[in-house]
């Protein structure tokens, strides 16, 4: 799986103190899936060519400007990534939505699991069109029933997510939705929850990557899809 | 009017799916656990079919989701007809300039949020969520909507509980449902 920083064009480097980089900093995610992507029929020799990293998904502009910055929320110093004005925009959010069904269609992925609450949004759609099952992830004592539990650290204390019982099923092979990866501690825990109980996750699916946080690093070996990337 | 009554040979298997958890969220409460029907990829892509064809083509702009069952629902309803979809929070979760409407709980109160500027005067709008039990929380999802000039064509969920008598409670603003549970 290449990490992103081999995808930057060789002009861009932090040393270039000349450019202003806009709030959003558009990488190119045309990426052929990643072996552990495929389903076992696959063989090697059949995966696409890698595309040039130059060459960006022209729906993916339009994505970028759709969502909208809010500095100091929730609290200062902080620039929070707010995705609903890129649902207010039909066409913006039925790319989004196209953006990853294409990339996971045909792909033997039975389940999706999307993250209260924002991961509510993406992930049935792309379920739906995947053809696979939504398993919720939930704040604590929110789903009724037999649930097993994560916690995970947060900057001070910790929080846990939760997963009914049954859900899903050794063997299954899943992606994991946000709408956005900062430190990655919930995606961190929320693939805890789905390997424990025996599923494969194939890949953590964002929006947004805040790459500055290197929560792609926290997921180690899992490999990370996302559309935009903000510095 | 709920498609239940209509007999769509779809509705069996929705309903089929829906599991009832006794005594969540407290003792007596018999709670109407919808993650089962989300496990169903086909009778969870039929329960979305069932609204898209009830609304699309009738001019809908906005499709408002309560948080969070509603953003389960909403979305892809949303997608299908063309609308935007617009998430009605809880307090403090919407970012930036937000309108909030207070409401009665059983014991106190609790606010629903939509975000300024989501939303145009004369614009048609469904309020979707999963369930209509008293119809509380949907009423203050209604207010909001015609605060700010928009029209409330319908309200639209999977389950209702008509013993909560909450189809009353919207002030005679249509409400369409799949399911009812007694």
Not at chain 1, 199 to 217: D, M, S, T
Request: net charge neutral.
């Amino acid at each position: 799986m290449l990490s992103l920083t081999t995808l930057c064009s060789p002009n861009e480097t932090a040393a270039s103190s000349s450019y202003q980089p806009p709030v959003f900093r558009l990488r190119s995610y045309n990426q052929t899936l990643p072996p552990t992507l495929c389903s076992a029929s696959d063989s090697v020799a059949n995966q696409p060519k890698m595309s040039s990293p130059d060459e960006q998904d022209p729906r993916i502009s339009k994505i970028s400007s759709a969502i909208r910055v809010i500095p100091n929320f929730p609290k200062p110093g902080i620039m929070f990534q707010d995705i609903t004005t890129l649902l207010l925009d039909t066409k913006a959010f039925r790319d989004t939505i196209d953006l990853f069904v294409e990339r996971y269609r045909g792909k033997d992925i039975s389940v999706v699991a999307g993250i209260e609450a924002r991961g509510f949004i993406f992930g049935p759609p792309i379920a739906l069109a995947i053809g696979a099952k939504f398993v919720p992830m939930r704040k604590p004592n929110k789903l009724p029933g037999e649930v097993i539990s994560e916690e995970y650290s947060l900057e001070y204390g910790t929080d846990k997510i939760e997963m009914h019982v049954g859900a899903v099923q050794a063997g299954e092979r899943s992606l994991i939705i946000d709408d956005l990866i900062a430190t990655g501690g919930t995606l961190c825990a929320a693939i805890r929850l789905l390997e424990r109980v025996g599923v494969h996750v194939v890949e953590c699916a964002c929006v947004i990557e805040l790459p500055e946080l290197k929560g792609r690093e926290r997921l180690g070996d899992k490999p990370l899809f996302v559309l935009v990337s903000s510095t | 009017m709920s498609a239940y009554r209509d007999k769509d040979p779809r509705i069996h298997g929705i309903q089929s799916k829906i599991r009832v958890v006794p005594n969540f969220p407290k003792p007596g409460i018999m709670f109407q656990d919808i993650t089962t029907l989300l496990l169903d990829p086909k009778a969870f892509k039929d329960t979305v079919d069932l609204f898209v064809e009830r609304y699309k083509g009738k001019n809908i702009s906005v499709v408002a989701g309560i948080e969070a069952r509603g953003f389960i629902f909403g979305p892809p309803i949303a997608l299908e007809i063309g609308a935007k979809f617009v998430p009605l929070r809880k307090p403090k979760k919407l970012p930036g300039r937000v309108i909030s409407e207070e409401y009665e709980l059983e014991y106190g109160r609790d606010c629903l949020e939509m975000h300024l500027g989501a939303v145009e005067p004369g614009e048609q709008a469904l309020v979707v969520d999963d369930l209509i039990a008293t119809g509380g929380t949907l009423c203050a999802a209604m207010k909001l909507l015609e605060r700010v000039g928009a029209d409330v064509v319908e309200c639209a969920c999977v389950i209702e509980l008509p013993d909560l008598k909450g189809r009353e409670r919207l002030n005679g603003k249509p409400l369409y449902v799949l399911l009812e549970s007694h």
